[in-house]
């Protein structure tokens, strides 16, 4: 079964700093998607970024970019220029046809 | 677009009762996904309907079970409540089916007493 892994269940950055949450993921799938998902302590989940496995280059959203490392199954997401509302929990998320996995999740504290 | 929207927001049953929770996806959506969310096992995938029809199941037992009407609303549907069901039920829309994003609505809490 395809499984999500973030060994971090808590990172704190500075204000304006950069910070990377680690994921890894397993699975046999050739075909498949990922994607970091941001829950603020109001509770909606926030789509922040996708990466097809298919595509060698890396997603960027603004100050949201990925290091997918396809042969490693890793997925990080790197954080540019930290903001307070970039605190939150943030998920790393696995899709194929048939399933959808979450990771345990990173709380992201920024600090003033 | 409005975003997808869950009714209703909390609720309060008893053990052994059902509810029905409700899901409106994004307009232009036709699948629908739903998951509980707790503190123990996290976030975890239920069930997917694709134009009315299941087209993905997590493991959870028969008592989850749920359906999607011709306007791509979704309705879920938890039997016999035990103590933990209670969780925070989250449904979300794409404009296609898995692998591709998902849109979360805010959720419905649900407490089993």
């Known amino acids: 079964a395809q499984t999500v892994t973030q060994s971090q269940p808590e990172m704190s950055v500075q204000e304006a700093e950069t910070v990377t949450l680690s994921c890894t993921y397993d699975t046999s799938e050739s075909d498949y998607y990922l994607f970091w998902y941001k829950q603020p302590p109001s509770r909606q989940m926030i789509l922040v970024i996708r990466?097809?496995?298919?595509?060698?280059q890396n997603a960027t959203e603004n100050r949201f970019s990925v290091n997918f490392q396809k042969a490693a199954k890793s997925f990080s997401l790197k954080i540019s220029d930290s903001q307070l509302g970039d605190a939150a929990m943030y998920f790393c998320?696995?899709?194929?046809?048939?399933?959808?996995?979450f990771g345990a999740g990173t709380r992201l504290t920024v600090k003033p | 677009k409005a975003g997808v929207t869950q009714t209703p927001r909390y609720l309060i049953k008893t053990r052994g009762q059902q509810v029905t929770l409700s899901c409106s996806p994004i307009?232009?959506?036709?699948?629908v996904s739903w998951y509980q969310q707790t503190p123990g096992q996290g976030l975890q995938f239920l069930f997917e309907y694709f134009s009315e029809t299941q087209r993905n199941k997590g493991n959870f037992p028969g008592r989850f079970s749920g359906r999607q009407f011709s306007n791509s609303r979704s309705e879920m549907n938890v039997s016999t409540l035990e103590l933990g069901d209670s969780a925070l039920y989250l449904c979300a829309s794409s404009r296609d089916s898995l692998p591709y994003e998902q849109y979360f609505g805010p959720g419905t809490r649900l407490t089993v007493t």
């Open positions: 990466q097809e496995a298919y595509k060698q």
């Open positions: 998320a696995y899709s194929d046809n048939n399933d959808m996995r």
């Open positions: 307009s232009g959506h036709r699948s």
